[in-house]
C-alpha cells in the first residue's frame, strides 16, 4: 500500500453530465476525507466519512453532490448536472483516528466542466 | 465561524535566507495545527504539525510555533533551499476534532 490513491486523474466533461469520482484510502484508515479545491486557495472542506458513516457534508455543498462509502474502505464523490463552476481539483484524504494521524493526501481529480 | 487566516499570499527570499509565514484561526476549541506543502500538479504532504500542549517544535529548518492566547501560529523555515518554492497551507481544527480548516496558501519564492 503506497497511499491514497485516486481515479480518474483527469476528467473533462459537459455541462450537464453526471460524474463519479474513486478514492482508496490508505489500509485500515477509518476517516476519509473530500475537499475542493481551486486555483489559488486551500483545500475546501467538503464532507467526511467514519467507517462507512458519512459524519458531516459542508453546507457550501449542493444537493447535485453525493458521497459514499458503502463498506467503509473505498468512496465515491458524485456531481450531478455538472456546472462550470464545478471545475476545480478534487482531493480525498485519510486518516486514522485512533492513532492521531494527520491526513493524507491522494494526488486528486481534477474535472473541467465545458 | 470557522476561519484560518494566512498571510502573506506571495513571499520571495533570497536563497539561505529565512521564510515566516503567519496563521491566525478563530475558534477557540482549535488544538491541532498541520502545515501543508504543496508543490505545482503534485498532491498537499505534511511538513510538520503541533498540538496545543506545546508551543514550538522543530524539525531540521522547519519550526513552528504557537500562540494560543493570541491565536496564531507560525511557520519558519531557515537556510531556504530552491526545492522550498512551493505553495505552503496552514490548518486548524475548529471544533478540536479531526476535522480542519486550511487558509488560502502562501506561495513561497526561493530566488537564486
Known amino acids: 500500500d503506497t497511499g491514497v490513491s485516486q481515479n480518474p486523474r483527469h476528467k473533462i466533461t459537459k455541462r450537464g453530465q453526471n460524474v463519479t469520482f474513486r478514492c482508496d484510502p490508505i489500509s485500515e484508515h477509518n476517516r476519509l476525507y473530500w475537499y475542493r479545491q481551486t486555483l489559488g486557495q486551500g483545500p475546501e472542506f467538503l464532507t467526511y466519512?467514519?467507517?462507512?458513516?458519512?459524519?458531516?457534508k459542508s453546507r457550501l455543498l449542493s444537493d447535485r453532490f453525493s458521497a459514499e462509502r458503502p463498506k467503509g474502505s473505498f468512496s465515491t464523490l458524485e456531481i450531478q448536472r455538472t456546472e462550470q463552476g464545478d471545475s476545480a481539483m478534487y482531493l480525498c484524504?485519510?486518516?486514522?483516528?485512533?492513532?492521531?494521524?494527520?491526513?493524507?493526501f491522494g494526488p486528486g481529480t481534477r474535472l473541467l466542466v465545458l | 465561524g470557522e476561519n484560518v487566516e494566512q498571510h502573506p499570499s506571495t513571499l520571495s527570499v533570497q536563497e539561505g535566507d529565512s521564510a515566516v509565514i503567519k496563521c491566525t484561526y478563530s475558534d477557540s476549541a482549535s488544538n491541532y495545527f498541520p502545515w501543508y506543502k504543496q508543490e505545482l500538479g503534485k498532491r498537499p504532504q505534511l511538513i510538520i504539525d503541533i498540538r496545543s500542549n506545546v508551543g514550538e517544535k522543530k524539525d531540521q529548518r522547519i519550526a513552528v510555533t504557537l500562540n494560543k492566547t493570541a491565536k496564531h501560529f507560525s511557520l519558519h523555515i531557515t537556510e531556504t533551499q530552491p526545492e522550498d518554492s512551493a505553495v505552503y497551507f496552514c490548518a486548524a481544527n475548529p471544533r478540536g476534532d479531526d476535522k480542519i480548516i486550511f487558509g488560502k496558501g502562501t506561495r513561497l519564492h526561493i530566488l537564486p
Open positions: 484524504a485519510s486518516a486514522n483516528v485512533q492513532a492521531q494521524e494527520t491526513q493524507y
Open positions: 466519512f467514519q467507517n462507512e458513516a458519512q459524519l458531516e
